[in-house]
């Protein structure tokens, strides 16, 4: 029997100062204790991690960073290594976000080598994978897909991987009010569990948590997490109010 605890992971981007986040932070805390099975994660800016983990600790609720350099310190204005988001208090970390793709230079080999640098101080790496429209309207959502997890992953072998958890985030879905239908989140999360058995094995996949991105909200969590292999959320918009955001990860009740 397989068994992935869901994780409803709120990604707060470039929203709320250090004050605002630890408000968030602290409605957030009882309107989610008493969620069951189910894992919750935010990730506020860097500015606010800090305040946030020490709002947080002790609560059912995780911390997570929304990027990372793959050096570990030295001359790189502006960026923040592993070893410092650990110190933060954060447990996970998003790589590879589309808007670091489209936005600042984000490639799948720079994505590999933060993979691997968060790895390297036990950090949980989100992974985000997605396709464009034009991809998708063109047929080449699966060949864009596997080329990602391909480069992304390229190196990596069993035991270093058994923290990763990936994101499935259709560009075209993200910010946009659009979400896939259930069966197109299916479809793409069957698809990439298969490729990561042939690269890591069946029983790593089995037990991947891959989570959807893409415009939830209360009224599509349900039926999205119905789906056999959706196993959890990764949030944007809606998980900037609490109270939305704790409908979702009680999305069972
Ligand atoms: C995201 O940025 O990861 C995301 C899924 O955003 P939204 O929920 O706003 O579409």
Redesign the pocket.
């Known amino acids: 029997m397989i068994n992935r605890l869901p994780l409803i992971a709120g990604?707060w981007?470039m929203h709320k100062t250090g004050d605002e986040a630890v408000a968030a932070a602290k409605q957030l805390k009882p309107l989610v204790a008493g969620a069951k099975d189910v894992e919750v994660m935010i990730a506020p800016p860097f500015t606010a991690l800090y305040q946030v983990s020490t709002e947080i600790k002790g609560s059912a609720i995780g911390l997570g960073a929304q990027n990372v350099h793959w050096e570990p310190h030295g001359a790189y204005t502006g960026e923040i290594a592993p070893n410092m988001l650990l110190a933060a208090g954060c447990m996970y970390v998003?790589i590879g976000?589309?808007?670091r793709r489209q936005f600042f230079g984000d490639t799948d080999q720079t994505i590999n080598r933060k993979i691997r640098a968060a790895i390297s101080v036990g950090l949980a790496p989100i992974f985000?994978i997605g396709e464009t429209e034009a991809e998708r309207d063109s047929g080449k959502t699966f060949y864009v897909l596997d080329k990602q997890i391909r480069n992304g992953l390229e190196g990596f072998v069993l035991q270093d991987l058994q923290a990763l958890v990936i994101?499935y985030?259709p560009v075209w879905?993200?910010?946009?009010?659009k979400t896939a239908t259930k069966e197109q989140a299916q479809e793409v999360h069957a698809h990439v569990r298969r490729r990561l058995a042939e690269m890591v094995g069946q029983g790593f996949a089995d037990q991947l948590r891959i989570l959807y991105?893409?415009?939830?909200?209360p009224s599509n969590i349900k039926e999205l997490m119905a789906m056999p292999d959706v196993d959890g959320?990764?949030?944007?918009?809606?998980?900037l109010d609490p109270v939305t955001f704790s409908q979702l990860v009680l999305y069972k009740k």
């Open positions: 990604n981007k998003i976000h589309s808007e985000c994101a985030e879905a993200i910010g946009t009010g991105g893409g415009s939830v909200k959320a990764l949030v944007g918009g809606a998980s």
